[in-house]
C-alpha cells in the first residue's frame, strides 16, 4: 500500500505543488532564480498555449478515429477466432499477437524506415504503380502515427476480447445456432453484448494511451518538421520541463492534461453505463 | 484471544509485512546501485585532493601553448610508460560529455599524455537529447558531466537556466587564444562560461557535375543564385537548388547574421529582441518567394531521405558551414568528386560579408567539484592541435583558435572536394564573420517556435515573415514572464 | 458478414474463404515490418539504402551482431543486461506487491478498502507525464536519480497487477482453505507464499509478464530519470543510437540489429509461455 501511496499520490502531490508556483529572475537573469508562489497563472498559460490546446485537439481527433478502427478490428479477429471456422488459429493469433510484444521505440523505429522515401519498399511499391504518397506528410504524419499506434494495439486488445470470449458458457451459442439464429445474430446480439465489459475496457485503455502518445512521434520526429515539439501533450510537458527549463509549467500543462484524461475516461464509462441500462 | 482479533492481528502483521518486503526489495537494489556508481564514489573521495594538483596543472598550461603542446607531444611517445604507471597523480576523474567524432580519440590522447587527473568520456546524441540530458542532470544535482560540448546559441540560455558555471578566473590564461568574438558570445555581464571548440564559417557548397551539365554559372549573390534556381528547374523539374528546412533555424540564423541583422542584444540591465528586423525579413523574403515558386525543395534536413537527395543530386547546393564537408563526405559519400566549395552568395554583388552556422563550446557544468581542471582539459582539447587534429578528422571541426586556421591538416587537399583546398574558402569566410551577432537567453524557446512557425507557413499558413513576427512577440513574452528586462 | 450460413452443418465456402482472406491480409499487416526487420538486419548501410527491402542482399548479419556487441565498448550488451535487471527484478517484485496487495485486498475486510482499491485503479488514468516529472524532481532530491532505483522503484506500481490478483484472489482461493491454514497454525505469510500463491499461479504469471513487458518497453520513465548511458536500458538506448544516427549512417544497421535483438527476449517469453498468460488475461477480461 505504501508504495503506492509513495509513487502514484506524492508525485501528484508535488506536481499539484509546483505548477502552483513560478520561477523568478531580473535583468539579464544571470543571478540565482527565485520562486514564488504563481497561484492559477501556469494553468491560465496552459490553456491559453494554443499549441498545448492544438496538441489535445489534435489526440482528440487521433482518438475518434484510431480507437474505434483498432477496436473494430481487434474485435473482429477476436470473433473470427473464437468462430468454429477459422483455419490455423494458433499461428493467426501469434501473428496478430507479434507486434505487441516490440517494445514501441522499436516499432517507432521500424515504421520510420518504412516511411521513409527513398529506403521505404512500400513507397517503391506504390511508386512503381506510380500512386504518391508522402507519410511523413503534414496532414499525413498524424496517421502515419495512428498506423504504428494501430499496428502495435490491435493484438493486445484482441487478446483482452477474445478471452472475455471464450470465458462465455458455449452451449449458449451452439442452442441458438439450433434455434436457427445465423452467425451473425449470434456475433451482435449474443456475443458483443456479453463481452461489452471487456471492449470497454480496452477503450478506457485505448484513449488514456492516446492521450499519454509520446515515443512514436518522438522518434518520428526525427524525420519530418511536421511534428512539432509540442505535437501531443506529453511531449509538450516534457519538452516544456527539459527543453525550455520550466518545471513549474511543465508541471500545469501535466495536471492539465491529467484532468482532461480524468474527464474523458469518465465521461466515457458514464456514456457506456447509461447505453448498457 | 478470540478466532476473530487474532484474525485482525495477522492481517496488520501482513500489511506490515508487506512494507518489509517492500524495504528489502529496496536495500536489494541499493546494493546494485553501488556497483555501478564508482565514479562518483572517487569524485567525492578526491575532493580534498583537488585544489593542489589543479593549481599545479593550470600553472603548466598558463606557461604557453607551445611548452603544453610540446610536452604532449613529448608524453605521447613515452605513453606506454605512463599508462603502464597508472598514474593518476591527484585521483581526480572529470566526466565529459559530447557528440562530437574524435573527441573519444582526444580524451584518450589526454589520458595517454597528461597524468594530473583523468577524464572519462560519453557520446551523447547531438542536440536536443544531449541539453535535455544535461539540464536534467543539473536538476537532479547529481549523475552529470564536469565538463560538456555547448553549441554556441545555447550559452546564454543555458547560464539563465542556471546550468553553467562561471569559470572566469580559471579560462584567464587561455582567453588570449581564441577568436575574439567566440570569447565574446561565450561572455555574459562580466563573466565567462565557456572554451570555445570551433566555429562554423558559411559557404556554398554546390554539385560541379549539374552545374556543368545544365550551364550553371556558380552564383556570387543572391540574385543569381535565384537565377540559377530558375534554370535549373525550369531544365529539370525534378531537380532543385536547394532544399529547405523549416525547422532548422540554425541555418536561417545564419543566412541572417550574413546579412548583418541582429537576433538579440542587450542594454543595461535589459534584452532587445529584433528577430523581425528588417534585415532578417529580407532573407525570409527571398527564401519565401523561392517556397512560393517550388524553386526549392521543403524537405527536413539530416534525416536519410535529405542525405539521398545531396547524393542523387536531386538539390544542387547546400548553403552550409565548414562542418558540412564532413556531412556531406559521410552522409553523401557516393557523390565524392561531384562536390566543390564557393564563397557565400552575398547580397550586394562585391561584397564578402559572412555568417556563421553551429560550432560549439565546452563549457562547466553546475554542481562539478573539479572547475580547474575540466577548464584546463576543455582549453587543451581545443587548442593543442593533437586532439583539434583529432576533431578535424571526426567532424571536421574548424578550430575557434586564433591561429587554428592555419594548422597544416586544414590546408590540405580535400579528396571528396576532387582535391580543391576547401578551407581556403571556409577561412576567407571565418575572417568575415560579423563580429557582433549576440545570442538571446532563450533560443530553446526562440529556435521552437521559429521552427514550428516556419513549418506551419510552408505548409501554407502564413509567411515566414509573419512567423518572424509571431516569434519576435512570443519571445518578448516568453522573457518578460520569466522575469527578465525587455527594452527597445 | 450476413453471407454467414445459416446451415448447421457448418459456415459455406464463401463465408470460410472471406475469413481467410481477412485474416491472411491483417497477417500479413502484421507481420510484414517484422520481415522488413529481419532482412534489413542482414544488411549493412549501403545494401539498407540501395537493396530491395523484402529480400536478402550481401550477408552481413554476424558482422553486425559482432559490431553490436563491441561498438562503443559493447554498451549494447550492458544495456541489455539493465533491460533484463529492469524488467526481470521490476517485474518480480511488482508481481509480489501486486499478489499481497491483491489478496488483501480480496480477502480481508477492513476500513476504506474499496476506497484504496479505487485509488490504486485510477492510477491507470494518471499520465506518465504527470508522475515521471515530479518523481524524477523528488527522485533527484533524494540523490536516486541515475541509478537503478530510479527505474526500478517506480516500476514496482502495477495497477493492471493488483487488479489481476484480487479478481482472481477472489475466485480462486477458497476462504475454507485459508481457515483451514489459520487453524493449522500457519502463518499468514507461510499461507500465502505456499498456497495462495500457488492456486494464484496463472494469475501470477501474467501480472509478472505483462509488468515485465510494460517495464522492457518503457521508454518515458528511464529518458526522464536517467542520464547516464551506462545505466539506459535498452530502448533508451536505441533511441541515442537513432539519433546519432542520423548524422553518421554507419550506425543505422546497428540501430536496425539492435532493435530485433532487443525484441527477441519478448516474443520467446510470450511464446513460451503461452498457456499461462491466455488463461490469466482471461480472468481478468471476464470480470473486467
Known amino acids: ?277 | 484471544m478470540s478466532e476473530e482479533s487474532k484474525k485482525r492481528l495477522n492481517r496488520r502483521k501482513f500489511i506490515t509485512l508487506t512494507g518489509g518486503a517492500l524495504a528489502a526489495a529496496g536495500l536489494l537494489a541499493a546494493c546494485g546501485d553501488n556497483t555501478v556508481a564508482p565514479a562518483s564514489a572517487t569524485t567525492a573521495a578526491g575532493a580534498g585532493a583537488t585544489t593542489t594538483a589543479a593549481g599545479a596543472g593550470a600553472t603548466t598550461a598558463a606557461a604557453g601553448g607551445t611548452a603544453t603542446t610540446a610536452a604532449a607531444t613529448g608524453a605521447t611517445t613515452a605513453a606506454g610508460a605512463a599508462t603502464a604507471a597508472g598514474t593518476n597523480t591527484s585521483g581526480v576523474t572529470i566526466e565529459y560529455w559530447s557528440w562530437v567524432l574524435g573527441s573519444k580519440e582526444s580524451v584518450d590522447l589526454w589520458n595517454r599524455t597528461h597524468t594530473n587527473f583523468k577524464v572519462n568520456y560519453t557520446q551523447t546524441t547531438s542536440g536536443t537529447p544531449h541539453y535535455n540530458k544535461v539540464k536534467a542532470a543539473v536538476a537532479a544535482g547529481s549523475g552529470g558531466p564536469d565538463l560538456a560540448q555547448i553549441e554556441f546559441q545555447l550559452v546564454t540560455s543555458l547560464v539563465v537556466g542556471g546550468a553553467l558555471q562561471p569559470i572566469t578566473q580559471e579560462a584567464a590564461p587561455y582567453k588570449a587564444k581564441f577568436i575574439d568574438w567566440t570569447i565574446q558570445q561565450v561572455t555574459l555581464g562580466n563573466d565567462i562560461y565557456a572554451i570555445p571548440q570551433d566555429i562554423g564559417p558559411m559557404g556554398l557548397f554546390y554539385r560541379k557535375d549539374i552545374f556543368d551539365q545544365y550551364s550553371l554559372a556558380v552564383p556570387k549573390t543572391w540574385e543569381e543564385y535565384k537565377a540559377a534556381a530558375e534554370k535549373l528547374h525550369a531544365a529539370d523539374p525534378t531537380k532543385y537548388i536547394a532544399s529547405f528546412s523549416p525547422a532548422q533555424p540554425g541555418q536561417f540564423a545564419g543566412f541572417a547574421w550574413s546579412n548583418k541583422a541582429k537576433w538579440f542584444g542587450t542594454k543595461g540591465d535589459a534584452w532587445q529582441v529584433t528577430i523581425n528586423s528588417a534585415e532578417t525579413k529580407k532573407v525570409a523574403d527571398y527564401w519565401q518567394d523561392l517556397i512560393t515558386r517550388k524553386l526549392v525543395k521543403v524537405e527536413a534536413d539530416f534525416n536519410p531521405a535529405w542525405y539521398k537527395d545531396l547524393l542523387d543530386g536531386n538539390i544542387a547546393t547546400w548553403v552550409g558551414a565548414v562542418w558540412g564537408a564532413g556531412t556531406l563526405a559521410t552522409n553523401a559519400a557516393g557523390a565524392s568528386g561531384k562536390w566543390a566549395v564557393a564563397y557565400l552568395p552575398q547580397w550586394t554583388a562585391g561584397s564578402k560579408v559572412s555568417g556563421n552556422w553551429g560550432g560549439s563550446t565546452v563549457a562547466v557544468i553546475k554542481g562539478s567539484k573539479h572547475v580547474k581542471e575540466a577548464v584546463e582539459f576543455g582549453a587543451w582539447l581545443n587548442s593543442d592541435p593533437g586532439p583539434v587534429g583529432e576533431m578535424i578528422k571526426g567532424n571536421n571541426i574548424y578550430p575557434a583558435t586564433k591561429d587554428g586556421g592555419s594548422l597544416p591538416v586544414l590546408k590540405q587537399p580535400n579528396p571528396y572536394f576532387s582535391g580543391q583546398v576547401i578551407n581556403d574558402i571556409f577561412t576567407e569566410s571565418a575572417g568575415n564573420v560579423d563580429p557582433s551577432w549576440t545570442w538571446g537567453p532563450t533560443i530553446d524557446q526562440v529556435y521552437a517556435d521559429i521552427g514550428d512557425q516556419f513549418t506551419a507557413s510552408t505548409n501554407g499558413s502564413g509567411t515566414l515573415s509573419s512567423a518572424l513576427d509571431q516569434a519576435q512577440a512570443k519571445t518578448v513574452a516568453d522573457l518578460k514572464s520569466k522575469g527578465l528586462q525587455v527594452t527597445q | 458478414m450476413k453471407t454467414f450460413s445459416r446451415s448447421a452443418t457448418g459456415p459455406s465456402l464463401g463465408s470460410r474463404t472471406l475469413t481467410l482472406v481477412f485474416l491472411v491480409a491483417f497477417t500479413m499487416y502484421c507481420l510484414l515490418p517484422a520481415t522488413w526487420l529481419l532482412f534489413a538486419s542482414t544488411k549493412n548501410t549501403g545494401d539498407l539504402y540501395g537493396s530491395f527491402g523484402f529480400w536478402f542482399s550481401n550477408f552481413n548479419l554476424f558482422e553486425n551482431l559482432n559490431r553490436l556487441a563491441t561498438y562503443q565498448g559493447g554498451i549494447y550488451l550492458r544495456w541489455l543486461l539493465n533491460s533484463l535487471i529492469y524488467a526481470g527484478l521490476g517485474g518480480l517484485l511488482s508481481t509480489i506487491i501486486s499478489a499481497m496487495a491483491g489478496f488483501a485486498l480480496a480477502k480481508y475486510q477492513f476500513a476504506g478498502r474499496e476506497l484504496i482499491f479505487s485509488i490504486i485503479l485510477g492510477g491507470v488514468l494518471i499520465p506518465s507525464a504527470v508522475l515521471a516529472l515530479p518523481l524524477f524532481l523528488l527522485l533527484s532530491q533524494i540523490g536516486l536519480t541515475n541509478n537503478y532505483l530510479g527505474v526500478l522503484l517506480p516500476s514496482l506500481v502495477s495497477p493492471f497487477g493488483v487488479y489481476l490478483s484480487r479478481v482472481y484472489a477472489a475466485g480462486s482461493v477458497p476462504d475454507e482453505l485459508l481457515e483451514a491454514a489459520r487453524v493449522d497454525g500457519s502463518s499468514e505469510l507461510r499461507t500465502f507464499f505456499t498456497m495462495v500463491t500457488r492456486l494464484m499461479g496463472p494469475a501470477l504469471v501474467t501480472a509478472f509478464l505483462f509488468q515485465f513487458v510494460a517495464i522492457w518497453n518503457n521508454f518515458f520513465l528511464p529518458l526522464v530519470v536517467l542520464s547516464r548511458n551506462e545505466l539506459f536500458p535498452v530502448t533508451l538506448g536505441l533511441y541515442a543510437w537513432q539519433g546519432q544516427s542520423l548524422g553518421n549512417p554507419d550506425i543505422v544497421s546497428l540501430v536496425i540489429t539492435g532493435s530485433l535483438v532487443a525484441s527477441l527476449p519478448l516474443i520467446i517469453l510470450f511464446f513460451s509461455l503461452q498457456s499461462y498468460w491466455r488463461a490469466g488475461a482471461a480472468t481478468g477480461a471476464v470480470k473486467g
Open chain 1, 1 to 277: 500500500m505504501v508504495i503506492f501511496l509513495v509513487f502514484q499520490l506524492i508525485p501528484v502531490g508535488y506536481a499539484i505543488w509546483q505548477s502552483l508556483q513560478a520561477t523568478t529572475r531580473s535583468g539579464l537573469g544571470i543571478g540565482a532564480a527565485g520562486s514564488r508562489f504563481a497561484g492559477l497563472e501556469n494553468y491560465a498559460q496552459a490553456l491559453q498555449d494554443q499549441e498545448f490546446i492544438a496538441g489535445v485537439l489534435r489526440m482528440l481527433v487521433f482518438g475518434v478515429v484510431q480507437v474505434p478502427v483498432m477496436l473494430f478490428f481487434a474485435l473482429v479477429l477476436a470473433l473470427l477466432f473464437d468462430s468454429s471456422f477459422a483455419m490455423f488459429k494458433k499461428f493467426f493469433q501469434f501473428a496478430a499477437f507479434l507486434p505487441y510484444a516490440l517494445p514501441g521505440i522499436v516499432a517507432s523505429i521500424l515504421w520510420s524506415f518504412l516511411y521513409l522515401p527513398g529506403v521505404s519498399p512500400i513507397i517503391a511499391a506504390l511508386q512503381a504503380i506510380n500512386v504518391k504518397v508522402d507519410f511523413l506528410g503534414p496532414d499525413v504524419v498524424l496517421w502515419s502515427i495512428a498506423n504504428i499506434v494501430t499496428w502495435q494495439w490491435t493484438g493486445y486488445n484482441m487478446l483482452i476480447i477474445f478471452s472475455a470470449l471464450q470465458a462465455l458458457p458455449h452451449d449458449i451459442f451452439e442452442a441458438a445456432r439450433i434455434d436457427g439464429a445465423s452467425g451473425w445474430a449470434v456475433n451482435t446480439k449474443i456475443k458483443i453484448p456479453l463481452v461489452l465489459p471487456a471492449i470497454i475496457l480496452t477503450a478506457v485503455f485505448s484513449i488514456i494511451g492516446t492521450l499519454q502518445l509520446f515515443s512514436e512521434p518522438t522518434i518520428v520526429r526525427t524525420l519530418t518538421n511536421n511534428v512539432t515539439f509540442k505535437y501531443t501533450p506529453n511531449m509538450a510537458a516534457y519538452n516544456i520541463a527539459f527543453g525550455a527549463n520550466n518545471p513549474n509549467y511543465a508541471a500545469a500543462v501535466a495536471v492539465t492534461l491529467a484532468i482532461f484524461t480524468f474527464i474523458l475516461s469518465f465521461g466515457f464509462m458514464k456514456l457506456t453505463n447509461r447505453k448498457e441500462k
